[in-house]
């Protein structure tokens, strides 16, 4: 395996045990980003050594965006280093990220030469908590969420989050869905609700809230919602696919057979494309029977 091997998303995500929320959440703090070739986004071997070096740290308590801080004076100091967390070695006590390069350590952001880094004495764990941010509170959250068994965790961390940040939308939204998946509908609507009200034009939102209201059995609303998600963004396929699906409980076989098509023809190879096709069809037997 060289630094030339080219990874997919979805096998970072399985070699590293990362989610794709975590690797995208990354890739907006500018850490670690995939390369795009012919409109392929991909990492190589060096890049899956930063993250991994990312997640080690992020599991130390090292918040992201003082990761973020850090990498970018460090390129300014090492500006020969296209590549700092692969080809350095990078540590932490929880607080402060230090760099190894040979026998020397550096404090990036001081620009300090540091010694005996393995002495010093941890920070209190409680003392690191009292002072996190939203981003902190958020980068945790995803790396509890990639693991089931820190499902609770996760969602503690997310309500963390938008206590310190109540607009935070990535928050409310992620929240939201783990209590759409645990089958809490009442309790994930009501993220849905508030992130809708951070973000009023935003089609995912729109979408989260209509997908849990046709669960609730609220079908008009349902529609509602997820007619503006499809309106704010024409190309949300999932948007068309469960629009298409209400409109079908609503009867309304028009509407629904408009969004079954616009579904098939954004992803005419998804998953759910014959299933789509069968109630076009369906649709199609419904109007000629009424007719």
């Known amino acids: 395996m060289g630094a030339s091997d080219r990874f997919k998303l979805e096998d970072v995500q399985r070699i590293l045990g990362l989610t794709r929320k975590q690797l995208d959440h990354w890739d907006r703090l500018r850490l670690v980003s995939p390369q795009t070739d012919q409109g392929m986004r991909y990492y190589d071997f060096r890049d899956l050594i930063g993250l991994r070096t990312i997640k080690q740290l992020l599991e130390k308590g090292v918040s992201a965006t003082r990761l973020q ?17 692969s080809e350095l070695r990078i540590l932490s006590d929880g607080k402060e990220v230090l760099v190894e390069h040979g026998a ?8 300090q030469f540091v010694l005996n880094f393995e002495t010093r004495e941890l920070e209190e764990s409680v003392h690191f908590i009292a002072q996190r941010s939203a981003d902190d509170w958020l980068a945790m959250a ?15 961390a997310y309500e ?3 206590a310190v940040e109540p607009h935070n939308v990535d928050a409310l939204l992620n929240c939201g869905t783990l209590y759409y998946e645990d ?3 009442e309790k994930a609507a009501e993220y849905f609700q508030r992130a809708l009200a951070a973000q009023p034009q935003n089609p995912l939102v729109h979408f989260n809230l209509g997908s849990v209201l046709d669960e609730m059995g609220e079908l ?11 309106i704010l963004d024409p190309s949300f396929c999932d948007a068309h696919y469960n629009l298409a699906f209400v409109c079908d409980k609503l009867h309304a ?8 098509q616009a579904y098939v023809k954004l992803d005419p190879i998804g998953p759910w494309s014959v299933y789509a096709r069968q109630r076009l069809a369906a649709v199609q037997i419904a109007k000629s029977a009424i007719s």
């Open 160 to 162: 963390r989050c938008v």
């Open 220 to 230: 008009e609303e349902s529609r509602r919602h997820l007619r503006r998600a499809v």
């Open 253 to 260: 076989f028009g509407e629904a057979r408009e969004h079954w």
């Open 69 to 85: 801080r850090a990498l970018s004076a460090l390129n300014e100091k090492l500006s020969q280093v296209k590549t700092p967390l």
């Open 104 to 111: 020397t350590r550096l404090e990036p952001l001081s620009g």
């Open 183 to 185: 089958g809490n509908f």
């Open 142 to 156: 995803l790396s509890y969420e990639g693991d089931k068994k820190t499902r609770a965790e996760a969602i503690d």
